[in-house]
């Protein structure tokens, strides 16, 4: 089988959508050596996050031709007249897009719907933003031969806001990187929190500093544990949200007891988990979810949020909260460093949930839907 992929996330987004995208290559390549894999990507990438790809000997890169369309409106466009012409089984968007025109060109496609949180919480995007993604992504979910969700509040989302027929949707899970699974030695440990000069006692918090991710809950409710517990804080600032976060911690009296790190290399996230008290997701609407599994994988008990599909990804042993209650969040903290024993039970029982998000389950899911799209692409060719 010679599959397509949209490229570009992978290629050159180090984070959320490009793992997923990395992992999905990744996993189908690994389990599936008889398979080719083209990446369809507007530029070359560079970085240690691409070198595994790089290594695989079935995966191959394909860029635009000097003359033609360039960037992004090669990837909207151009990629499909590639796809006929290197005779694709089947193409799959990784991250809520396909080509405009992928019905024309004659190939079975996939899209990966990560989120419509557009939808769900508007107010936390530009206008215009929020038209093109509503544009973009609707028009992908509509033109798609199937649709992969990566969760099942996602797959609710779309059946309901895009009017998809369910059966179109198939929920795949999502992993995250093997090495969050590696526990780390009390060196390692040492050496990372000598380095990023972390407190000796912290509890974490990964994402990006917005109001949807809800880091404010997690700020108010620190003035109530205990004094000797930090907050450390992995994310980039996003439109400005960080000094909002700086001024609530000041007129709350905790500005040090907060650590911000940004731009810090994936290589030190597992560690950063692995040394927290306890992982913090108060997020209001996700996807999926991923620190939240990544925390699991850890070891690491976790608090999230109710309202989206942090459930899913938790499962039943982690503990749940009102976002917009600091009272329940300061509760759950005091109740798992209070109980050490019932804290080991429920970290134990978290890594044992996270066991269904493996790779490999992951991959031959993936790899399940694409032969039905194909198959079901040809029936309908045929009745036609």
Same mark, same amino acid.
């Given at each position: 089988?010679?599959?397509?992929? @949209?490229?570009?996330?992978?290629?050159?987004?180090? *984070?959320?959508?490009? %793992?997923?995208?990395?992992?999905?290559?990744?996993?189908?390549?690994?389990? %599936?050596?008889?398979? *080719?894999?083209?990446?369809?990507?507007?530029?070359?990438?560079?970085?240690?996050?691409?070198?595994?790809?790089?290594?695989?000997?079935?995966?191959?890169?394909?860029?635009? #031709?000097?003359?033609?369309?360039?960037?992004?409106?090669?990837? *909207?466009?151009?990629?499909?007249?590639?796809?006929?012409?290197?005779?694709?089984?089947?193409?799959?968007?990784?991250? %809520?897009?396909? =080509?405009?025109?992928?019905?024309?060109?004659?190939?079975?496609?996939?899209?990966?719907?990560?989120?419509?949180?557009?939808?769900?919480?508007?107010?936390?995007?530009?206008?215009?933003?929020?038209?093109?993604?509503?544009?973009?992504?609707?028009?992908?979910?509509?033109?798609? @031969?199937?649709?992969?969700?990566?969760?099942?509040?996602?797959? @609710?989302?779309? #059946?309901?806001?895009?009017?998809?027929?369910?059966?179109?949707? +198939?929920?795949?899970?999502?992993?995250?990187?093997?090495?969050?699974?590696?526990?780390?030695?009390?060196?390692?440990?040492?050496?990372?929190?000598?380095?990023?000069?972390?407190?000796?006692?912290?509890?974490?918090?990964?994402? +990006?500093?917005?109001?949807?991710?809800?880091?404010?809950?997690?700020?108010?409710?620190?003035?109530?544990?205990?004094? @000797?517990?930090?907050?450390?804080?992995?994310?980039?600032?996003?439109?400005?949200?960080?000094?909002?976060?700086?001024?609530?911690?000041a007129e709350s009296g905790v500005t040090d007891r907060i650590l911000f790190l940004e731009g810090l290399p994936f290589k030190d996230?597992?560690?950063?988990?692995?040394?927290?008290?306890?992982?913090?997701?108060?997020?209001?609407?996700?996807?999926?979810?991923?620190?939240?599994?990544?925390?699991?994988?850890?070891?690491?008990?976790?608090?999230? #949020?109710?309202?989206?599909?942090?459930?899913? #990804?938790?499962?039943?042993? *982690?503990?749940?909260?009102? =976002?917009?209650?600091?009272?329940?969040?300061?509760?759950?903290?005091?109740?798992?460093?209070?109980?050490?024993?019932?804290?080991?039970?429920? +970290?134990?029982?978290?890594?044992?949930y996270a066991l269904r998000f493996r790779g490999e389950d992951m991959a031959a899911k993936v790899k399940n839907v694409?032969?039905?799209?194909?198959?079901?692409?040809?029936? %309908?060719?045929?009745?036609?």
């Amino acid at each position: 089988m010679i599959i397509g992929y @949209d490229g570009k996330r992978a290629v050159n987004n180090m *984070t959320g959508l490009g %793992n997923y995208s990395r992992f999905i290559v990744e996993g189908i390549a690994e389990e %599936n050596p008889g398979d *080719t894999l083209l990446l369809y990507t507007p530029k070359e990438g560079s970085g240690p996050r691409l070198d595994k790809i790089r290594k695989l000997p079935n995966v191959e890169f394909r860029y635009p #031709a000097p003359q033609g369309l360039k960037g992004s409106l090669w990837r *909207t466009f151009g990629i499909t007249n590639h796809l006929r012409a290197d005779k694709v089984d089947i193409f799959h968007g990784l991250s %809520n897009e396909l =080509p405009l025109n992928i019905r024309s060109g004659g190939v079975p496609s996939v899209v990966t719907m990560h989120d419509v949180i557009y939808r769900r919480l508007p107010g936390c995007y530009k206008p215009i933003d929020r038209w093109m993604y509503d544009f973009k992504y609707g028009r992908s979910c509509r033109n798609a @031969d199937h649709i992969i969700a990566v969760s099942q509040r996602t797959k @609710d989302d779309v #059946a309901e806001l895009y009017d998809i027929e369910p059966e179109k949707v +198939t929920v795949v899970y999502q992993g995250c990187d093997p090495q969050f699974r590696r526990q780390w030695s009390a060196e390692e440990l040492r050496e990372l929190r000598s380095r990023l000069r972390l407190p000796q006692r912290y509890l974490l918090q990964v994402g +990006t500093i917005e109001k949807r991710k809800n880091l404010e809950i997690s700020v108010r409710a620190l003035n109530n544990i205990s004094p @000797d517990m930090s907050l450390v804080v992995v994310g980039k600032d996003h439109h400005g949200y960080k000094s909002y976060i700086e001024r609530l911690a000041a007129e709350s009296g905790v500005t040090d007891r907060i650590l911000f790190l940004e731009g810090l290399p994936f290589k030190d996230l597992p560690g950063i988990n692995q040394g927290a008290e306890i992982v913090l997701y108060p997020s209001r609407y996700e996807g999926f979810g991923i620190p939240v599994l990544e925390a699991l994988e850890s070891g690491r008990p976790v608090i999230a #949020a109710t309202g989206s599909c942090l459930e899913e #990804a938790g499962g039943p042993d *982690t503990l749940y909260i009102n =976002p917009d209650d600091p009272s329940d969040m300061v509760q759950a903290v005091h109740a798992l460093l209070s109980d050490p024993a019932a804290t080991r039970m429920m +970290t134990q029982a978290g890594k044992e949930y996270a066991l269904r998000f493996r790779g490999e389950d992951m991959a031959a899911k993936v790899k399940n839907v694409y032969e039905y799209t194909i198959e079901n692409f040809k029936r %309908n060719k045929l009745h036609k």
